[in-house]
């Protein structure tokens, strides 16, 4: 089988028509990386996810780094990057300024869209980095050197690049130095702290946003009301927002820099119509969307160049090309009923495209089966509409004191629909916001969209059995046995997807080993065979099955299994090697050739050539 | 009948207890019978009713009896005339007996199946089943029932009922009502039948299933605890989109003459090395490629087949967590259903004993599943207990898809607590939203619940049915408005609304809301959606464009604003002339109908002529102004001209814009001939 990525993650059934999914490209995003290498950042650790193991500063930062490089070349690759250390031995960047290093690899601009060369380079820093870059403190009291203030400046004069209108253009800081001046005379410090001040605000006025990421000392928080509160522009009211706990822990550290990464973008902008005459503005954003591998891009197979695919339409009965907008029919009562396209857009264009409130419900009337997309976060916006804000914040609070719903016809969508808001309550742990305040829109099915399979399979009149006392206990001990510690939702990495990406990075860099890519998703099986685990699962099993285990009672066997049944059976009938090496398999009906795939567990799809193909491959090994 | 086929008998009251529903009978019907001759057009529909004031019924003619029911269709293959019959019921006179009405039913799928197609065969009983039934002959009325119900199971005949109860008006009826809903549920207890009870006509067009979708398994297999102990599952999609259906595309170009012409069009697609090039290569000379930064990586199908993530079908257990673990918006997808094979009584006790333990402990399960065997993807989901209300059907699980690490973007949003307090309401009108959140309620008790989503018909597909019914009768129908009925789901319900009225006032009064000022024109456009009632329908279903805050047309509300953002409008070339156009057209309206709004008119006038200099389109602005000046002269709307002298009205000379053959000084000549005539 073809991994298609279009079919393979395609729900079975996406309405192409609906690029609500589609993640439009808006802008892209110049970024450069400083990471501080002074020998501060390698001598201070802090412990690391596995036990009794210290991580360096410096390492959490690499690997934070490498992590949002994938992450750029997988989601975002139009984005461009760069790479400077500061407080280095060598030096290179354009200005010829000591202390700062602008790492690259060949084929790349200082500032480019990430390779898969860069990113494989960028993963083997450390071992090279003593060698090739070295670590050397740049301020020390007897020089004027401002390694810090050169490394703002080179990071300024790389994001010279692109225009502001169509990019947005950001720092971020990787530090573990609250003080930079801190050993310096007096005056000297005043002096420096002025300068490279004055560097980071002529940055910020050229519209780039600076970010810190600090590390803080095990036995010392990070502060940062010594130097860097001036340096990143915070006043005092958001200095309480700003969360310095982090970098505490390798996990934190990458969880706050994925989160500010992917600059905040709208998927929709939404006027929620609470009642007559009183509307007010919200912003709709995709929190939760199926990450897809790319699309593909056909290439011509002698020279691996792109190759363009035009769409005609042809009429069959003339062969003349069609011009869009073709007319569709769909045939009704013997005759043809035509349609053009701007009736269909007619039909489905019923409503305004607002959020309207109907009412509300007790949470319990939302059902598991009451879903159909991912859902999405609502947050409102007083930029349009003032007050929007707190008449959002007024229904938030009541819906989660009173435990309910609400109900709301949204027409945004293709079709509108009706969807349940739920509130959701700010949800912050160490490493911080782990849900944010606001609504989640979830969108709920119409009543022809449910299946009623719980009647298909029951048996009128007859009990359906259930589960007793004893047996109840023992899933009882099996649920508390297999628990998951600290389960939270999406810690799973798809392993399709790294595998998919893991091979486009093998042939790109021409590698013949793959990367090794885990599953996480499998049982843990070490878990799994724990003696109390075991233990568990067997007196559970032995509450149902007995002591008998194999014996399955079959009570009134199913049209299907007995036909499986008869295949086996038949499987017998024919020697299919014999008839293979004298060609025969073609005097074989589909169905015959079908019963030795299914026996041999192989695929029953194809014509019938392909399923003798298949059947001559098979035997052939 | 052949295997997918199925026979239905469509039982609908006429009564006249019915009589103000059954428009929206006939349009539920309608729409059953609509989708069969489109998807399954070999399905067999006869129709009964009853409450009507003659008799026609074989089992009357047979046995005699069975008064007042008639069937107005034999089971036959389902065709236009059966559409027909049920948007044109009979409108009853007497009150029905539904029992009579369901034997002559079962009687005609018993006289044309017999004995086969078990489960295919079904009747659909509508009905307000508020008219008192008849004593049978002999026993009771719950002995007959169940002698009927057990007949039905044993045909392998499925019941549906509808019961429809709107504002009852009934203190006599109560007993009868009790009574008939008892029995109802003697049918649900001996055979394949449910009733569902619904209060509106949006509910009742909600409650019956119009489309027949055969259920398939997605999934048969073991549901594994771990590798001894094993589940034997199948699994069924619960939810699943039903959508319009695909139409084809259709080709006109085949002359008239042409008997034979199938007017089928194809879709070529040819492969070009360069967009200029006219060489094309072949579909297999192509090759895969795949983004990865700036490159493009190509993999031949060989390397893919080789180094693919590879799976085995079937669902691990990964263990249970707490059901507040899950948050309710991370399911991804539609909703699949995890039932026990039915034939393992064992594999049906393990689910019912794990699934009632879940929903004891509100536990839920993590389970990572592949369908087919080598699917190119595994998902990770959530199994959330059913546990069954039926004595009759097992126990199962609901499953919802849970996002990967790569599907979440995980964006800061500022806590509430944070916001400057002018943003966050104060405990008064905290008071205000409790109490809206408290009353505005749609499921004052289970039973009262308004708009579930199980009987809420999709309004999109309703009415593209009924543009097909009347395109079917008259090739050039118009669009017909939205179906009032759909009001309820579209719209806060007015009853609701006005018995909470001083709610809703309190509400608008304490959390005010205004336009931003320091926003400019075309991003105004929020607070302009004007109340629901103020508007007639037509006008708000179709005159936005649902997608964007594009302004196609330059309205009575807000025109300078509709027209500033219209014609800078850059999606299309016309619009600037569209805009400009339209513009005139409502100068003229508010000139013809104005007696003392000239002000209006005036300001449009202004906004057009700064718009008619952007886009340096001075001819058409001049020439407007002048036609309208000479209006104004005809009708001798002086205090029009006056306004329009005091605001300094000038053609657009040359300055500025060049096209203008008018020359600077002569760009007041306008209003120089005006006063001249004045004087004179």
Redesign the interface.
């Known amino acids: 089988m073809e991994l298609d990525p279009d079919d393979v993650f395609r729900d079975e059934d996406e309405d192409p028509e609906n690029d609500f999914f589609q993640e439009k490209e808006a802008s892209k995003e110049f970024v450069v990386y400083l990471i501080d290498a002074s020998p501060k950042m390698f001598c201070s650790t802090c412990p690391s996810e596995e036990e009794d193991k210290q991580e360096s500063h410096f390492h959490i930062a690499v690997s934070c780094i490498a992590q949002s490089l994938k992450a750029h070349i997988i989601n975002r690759s139009n984005d461009e990057i760069a790479i400077c250390f500061f407080n280095t031995r060598e030096k290179k960047n354009l200005q010829d300024l000591n202390g700062v290093y602008v790492f690259n690899v060949p084929e790349r601009d200082s500032i480019d869209r990430p390779t898969a060369r860069l990113i494989k380079e960028f993963d083997l820093i450390e071992e090279s980095f003593d060698k090739e870059i070295g670590s050397q403190t740049g301020i020390v009291s007897d020089s004027r050197e401002n390694s810090l203030y050169s490394a703002l400046w080179v990071a300024q004069a790389l994001l010279r690049k692109g225009s502001l209108k169509t990019a947005d253009k950001r720092m971020f800081l990787f530090t573990n130095e609250d003080d930079p001046f801190g050993s310096m005379r007096i005056s000297v410090k005043e002096d420096m702290t002025r300068t490279t001040l004055q560097r980071a605000k002529d940055a910020q006025d050229l519209g780039i946003s600076i970010e810190l990421l600090p590390l803080s000392q095990p036995d010392k928080q990070f502060n940062i009301t010594l130097f860097y509160k001036d340096l990143i522009g915070l006043n005092s009211d958001e200095l309480t927002e700003f969360m310095p706990s982090v970098g505490q822990k390798l996990e934190d550290m990458k969880d706050q820099l994925k989160k500010r990464v992917l600059a905040k973008r709208i998927a929709k902008r939404i006027t929620f119509v609470i009642c007559d005459g009183l509307s007010i503005e919200l912003n709709g954003y995709a929190l939760l969307r199926p990450a897809i591998p790319g699309s593909i891009t056909w290439l011509d197979s002698t020279t691996n160049l792109p190759v363009k695919v035009e769409r005609s339409y042809i009429c069959t009965d003339t062969g003349a090309i069609m011009q869009d907008p073709i007319q569709r029919i769909q045939p009704y009562k013997n005759q043809n009923i035509m349609f053009t396209v701007e009736e269909l857009s007619q039909v489905k264009r019923i409503s305004t495209g607002h959020l309207r409130l109907l009412g509300f419900k007790p949470l319990s009337c939302l059902k598991d089966y009451h879903n159909l997309k991912p859902s999405t976060f609502l947050y409102p916006s007083d930029k349009e509409v003032i007050g929007s804000t707190r008449a959002f914040i007024a229904l938030h609070r009541s819906m989660i004191q009173l435990e309910r719903f609400a109900v709301a016809f949204y027409g945004g969508t293709t079709p509108p629909r009706l969807v349940a808001l739920v509130a959701q309550d700010e949800i912050e742990s160490d490493g911080g916001q782990v849900e944010p305040p606001g609504i989640n829109m979830i969108y709920l099915p119409y009543a022809n969209d449910i299946r009623d399979i719980d009647e298909l399979h029951s048996k009128p009149g007859v009990a359906a059995p259930r589960a007793s006392d004893d047996q109840l206990k023992k899933a009882s001990a099996l649920m508390r046995r297999l628990e998951l510690k600290d389960f939270s939702v999406c810690q799973f990495a798809n392993p399709a997807l790294q595998r998919h990406y893991a091979i486009l990075q093998a042939i790109a860099l021409d590698e013949n080993e793959l990367r090794e890519t885990r599953d996480e998703t499998l049982p843990d099986e070490e878990g799994m065979n724990r003696p109390a685990v075991v233990k568990a699962i067997e007196q559970f099993k032995q509450s149902i099955y007995g002591d008998d285990p194999d014996e399955e009672s079959e009570s009134g066997a199913k049209e299907k299994s007995k036909k499986r049944k008869a295949g086996d059976a038949d499987d017998g009938k024919y020697d299919y090697i014999e008839l293979a090496k004298t060609g025969k398999l073609k005097d074989l009906t589909v169905v015959e050739l079908k019963t030795y795939l299914t026996a041999n567990n192989l695929l029953v799809s194809g014509k019938k050539e392909v399923l003798i193909n298949r059947i001559l491959t098979h035997i052939g090994k | 009948m052949a295997r997918n086929r199925e026979g239905l008998v469509l039982v609908l009251d006429v009564g006249p207890a019915m009589r103000s529903v059954l428009p929206d009978v006939e349009k539920a019907c309608s729409m059953l019978l609509?989708k069969k001759?489109?998807y399954n057009k070999y399905d067999e529909v006869g129709i009964v009713v009853f409450g009507t004031e003659e008799t026609g019924n074989e089992l009357a003619r047979e046995i005699g009896g069975y008064e007042n029911v008639t069937v107005l269709r034999n089971i036959r293959v389902v065709d236009?005339l059966a559409?027909e019959h049920v948007k044109q019921l009979p409108r009853g006179t007497v009150a029905g007996d539904f029992l009579d009405a369901l034997i002559v039913g079962m009687d005609m799928l018993i006289k044309m199946y017999g004995n086969a197609h078990k489960g295919k065969k079904r009747m659909c009983l509508i009905t307000n089943a508020a008219c008192p039934t008849k004593d049978p002959f002999e026993g009771t009325k719950d002995d007959q029932v169940s002698t009927i119900?057990?007949k039905m199971?044993a045909e392998g005949i499925?019941m549906e009922s509808i019961v429809m109860r709107s504002n009852l008006s009934g203190d006599a009826h109560e007993r009868v009502i009790e009574e008939n809903d008892h029995l109802l549920t003697l049918f649900s207890?001996?055979?394949?039948?449910?009733t569902v009870n619904v209060d509106s006509p949006l509910s009742l067009l909600?409650?019956l299933?119009?489309?027949r979708?055969a259920?398939v398994t997605l999934f048969r297999g073991d549901l594994e605890?771990?590798p001894?102990?094993k589940i034997?599952v199948w699994v069924?999609?619960?939810?699943?989109?039903?959508?319009?259906?695909t139409?084809?595309?259709?080709?006109?170009?085949?002359p008239p003459t042409?008997k034979f012409?199938?007017?089928?069009?194809?879709?070529?697609?040819?492969?070009?090395?360069?967009?200029e090039s006219t060489e094309v290569?072949a579909p297999e000379?192509?090759?895969?490629?795949?983004?990865?930064?700036?490159?493009?990586?190509?993999?031949s199908?060989d390397?893919?087949?080789t180094?693919?993530?590879k799976t085995d079908k079937g669902m691990?257990?990964?263990?249970?967590?707490e059901a507040s673990?899950?948050?309710?918006?991370?399911?991804?997808?539609?909703?699949n259903?995890v039932?026990p094979d039915?034939?393992?009584?064992?594999?049906?006790?393990?689910v019912?004993?794990?699934a009632?333990?879940?929903k004891?402990?509100n536990?839920v399960a993590?389970v990572?599943c592949v369908w087919r065997?080598?699917?190119?993807?595994?998902v990770?989901g959530v199994l959330?207990p059913?546990v069954?209300e039926?004595?009759?059907?097992?126990?199962?699980f609901?499953f919802?898809v849970?996002?990967?690490?790569?599907?979440?973007?995980?964006?800061?949003?500022?806590?509430?607590n944070?916001?400057p307090s002018?943003?966050?309401?104060d405990e008064q009108?905290?008071a205000?939203?409790?109490n809206?959140?408290?009353m505005?309620?749609?499921?004052p008790s289970a039973e009262e619940?308004?708009?579930?989503?199980?009987?809420?018909?999709?309004?999109?597909?309703q009415?593209?049915y009924e543009?097909?019914e009347l395109?079917?009768k008259s090739?050039d129908a118009t669009?017909p408005p939205?179906d009032g009925t759909?009001k309820r789901?579209?719209?806060?319900?007015p009853e609701?609304?006005s018995n909470n009225k001083s709610i809703?006032d309190t509400?608008?009064g304490s959390?005010?809301?205004?336009?931003?000022p320091k926003?400019k024109k075309a991003?105004?456009r929020?607070?302009r959606?004007k109340?629901?009632?103020s508007d007639d329908e037509d006008n708000?279903?179709?005159?936005?464009?649902?997608?964007e805050?594009k302004i196609d047309i330059v309205g009575d509300a807000n025109p300078i604003q509709d027209f500033e953002a219209m014609i800078s409008r850059r999606d299309k070339t016309d619009w600037t002339e569209k805009a400009i156009t339209q513009m005139k057209n409502l100068i003229m309206k508010l000139v013809e109908n104005c007696t003392d709004e000239g002000d209006k008119a005036l300001e449009c006038v202004l906004a057009l002529r700064k718009g008619c200099v952007l886009e340096q389109e001075p001819k058409q602005f001049n020439e407007f102004l002048n036609h309208l000046f000479k209006l104004c002269q005809e009708r001798n709307l002086s205090h029009l001209l006056e306004h329009f002298t005091s605001k300094k009205i000038t053609l657009i000379p040359k300055s500025e814009a060049a096209d203008s053959d008018i020359v600077d000084e002569n760009a007041g000549d306008f209003i120089v001939k005006q006063e001249s005539m004045l004087e004179s």
């Open positions: 609509q001759l489109i236009e559409a119900a057990m199971a499925k207890s001996n055979a394949i039948a449910k909600g409650s299933k119009t489309r979708v259920p605890i771990n001894t102990m034997k069924y999609k619960k939810v699943a989109e039903e959508r319009l259906p139409l084809k595309m259709y080709s006109d170009k085949a042409d012409a199938k007017h089928e069009v194809k879709v070529d697609y040819d492969y070009k090395v360069t967009a290569i000379e192509r090759i895969k490629g795949f983004r990865y930064g700036p490159q493009v990586i190509p993999i199908p390397q893919i087949e180094l693919k993530f691990k257990l990964l263990g249970f967590t673990n899950i948050l309710r918006h991370y399911y991804m997808k539609d909703v259903i039932v039915p034939s393992k009584e064992k594999s049906v006790l393990a019912s004993a794990i009632r333990e879940m004891e402990t536990k993590i990572r065997n080598g699917q190119g993807n595994v990770v959330t059913n069954s039926r004595d009759d059907t097992p126990d199962s609901y919802n849970l996002p990967f690490a790569e599907d979440v973007r995980e964006f800061p949003f500022p806590s509430f944070k916001l002018s943003w966050k309401p009108q905290q205000v939203a409790d809206l959140v408290k505005l309620d749609l499921a619940e308004v708009l579930k989503p199980d009987l809420t018909p999709n309004p999109v597909l009415r593209f543009y097909l395109k079917s090739t669009l939205m759909f789901l579209m719209e806060q319900d609701l609304s809703m509400f608008r959390f005010e809301v205004k336009e931003n926003l991003s105004k929020l607070l959606d109340p629901s009632g708000r279903m179709i005159t936005y464009d649902a997608k805050n």
